[in-house]
């Protein structure tokens, strides 16, 4: 048996605080294992070394993880502000200050580079991916005295059975931290992504065959949080919840069955769901989906090969308002090839979206092994030696990307549900925070529905 403090570095908060749920996971294969585990978030203890420091000498640890959620933004407009290494990097020194223990790595920043994190923390090991077997494998390895331990594990190379996935192993306190920030819990309840879109490190950090949860595991987990924590809310965390084999709607299916009553919201792509689908979903506790949308018209769908075009989005938004669900579309301008034409057409594209919220991207975030960095080291933009490290940006050198963020603002104007830069919902939704409002919040900017209109009713959140 080992003693593991598992830290989570992540400081973010926005759009809202998210629990850590890579770290809680890793610990519940820990302890599955028989180790002693620890859980310290710096987040919940206001980002400060020297609680830090304490919670390293309370525990003593034989090994300590960290868990590293978000290099940035990925907004191009606020990326260098948030950019979290730093942080991480403070954080691994004061660890190492105050014990000899060696210092593991894992999470999904750092398995999207996972040598140039290694080295710009300092740090002893990684666990690339899933961190399950890894974490266990290195925490056993030294624990063994083994010698000589792999510097960098990779998880995906023996990816876990959908059905060895493990339940979280939730911190009361840190749940209390999070639902009283947030009112949500988060979970997973499956694994990969199959799509193929070119700026998107999803398929590279989960695998591409989808890994399902049992459903009935999943009801389990709901009705525990439910019964422990009396969370009310939650985000489904998978790369896109609704699948082509229809999993998602036999969770639906099992949750409306067990009377969970939890209510959920999750990433969506915007094509291949009816409106039978969507009133199954709802049912069940859906009440506000994020819509992996992207372009905003045919020929940047294709671009990033999103499978879909804009005529599925409409279609989408037609069933989402004919439903009430709300929703919000992420979308990204700057693609390659994208033009002052083709951005103008997007802009009118998305004026035709009724029901949901817009928050667009200036320029996409390369990452490694995407689509977009081949095509940066193409046109020179990034060298191919270049980590990633720090931010580096895509936008189309066909349209200067001045010109791109006015015509953006100006087309947005004042309207409540269109947001850009995206970072400007966050101050919106801090103040309905100050007012006391929990949950996503973007669901409460929908715009009334209009005299005539069917009314949408309350997402209360
Ligand atoms: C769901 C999700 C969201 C949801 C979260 C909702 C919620 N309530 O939880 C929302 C929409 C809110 C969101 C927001 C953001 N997100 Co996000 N999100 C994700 C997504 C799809 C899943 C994350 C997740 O929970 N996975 C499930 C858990 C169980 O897996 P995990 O954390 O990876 O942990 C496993 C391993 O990493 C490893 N591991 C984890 N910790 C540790 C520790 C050790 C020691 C070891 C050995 C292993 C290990 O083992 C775990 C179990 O196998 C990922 C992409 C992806 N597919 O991974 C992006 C991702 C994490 N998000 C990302 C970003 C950028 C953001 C935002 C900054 C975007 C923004 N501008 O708002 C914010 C930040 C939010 C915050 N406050 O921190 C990036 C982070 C990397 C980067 N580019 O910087 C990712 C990777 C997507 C991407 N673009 O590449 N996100």
Known sequence: MSRVLLVSANTMTGPYPVYPLGMATVAAALVRQGHEVRQFDVLTEACSVPQLRQAVREHAPDVIGVSLRNLDSADSLSAEATWSMDSARAFVTALRDASSAPVVLGGPAFSLMPEAILDYLQADFGVVGEGERGVCELVEGLSRGRQPLPRIIDGRATPLAGSDIEAPLLDSALVR???????????????????????????????????????????????????DHAAESVFFTDSVFNDRNGHHLELAEAMLHAGIGIRWSAFFRPQGISRQDLALLKRSGLYAMEVGTD????????????????????????????????????????WPGETEASLRQGLVNLAQLKHGIVFAFSGIRVLPGTGIHAQAIHEGVVAAADSLLRPVYYSSPALDPELMNATIVKAFGDRRDRFFPPSRANERLA???????????????????????????????
């Open 177 to 227: 931290f999070y639902l009283d920030q947030s009112g949500m819990l988060n979970l997973q309840t499956k694994r990969g992504c199959p799509w193929d879109c070119t700026y998107c490190s999803y398929p590279g950090l989960e695998g591409r065959g989808y890994r399902v949860r049992d459903p009935a595991g999943v009801v389990d987990d709901l009705r525990r949080m439910q019964r």
């Open 431 to 461: 103040v309905l925070h100050r007012f006391g409002y929990r949950g996503l919040l973007w669901d409460r900017l929908i715009p009334a529905p209009h005299p005539g209109r069917p009314s949408r009713g309350r997402h209360d959140t």
């Open 295 to 334: 372009g905003a018209t045919d020929a940047t769908l294709a671009t990033a090969h999103k499978g879909f075009s804009f005529a599925d989005v409409l279609e989408f938004d037609r069933a989402c308002a004919a439903e009430q669900v709300a929703c919000a579309h992420f979308v990204i301008f700057g």
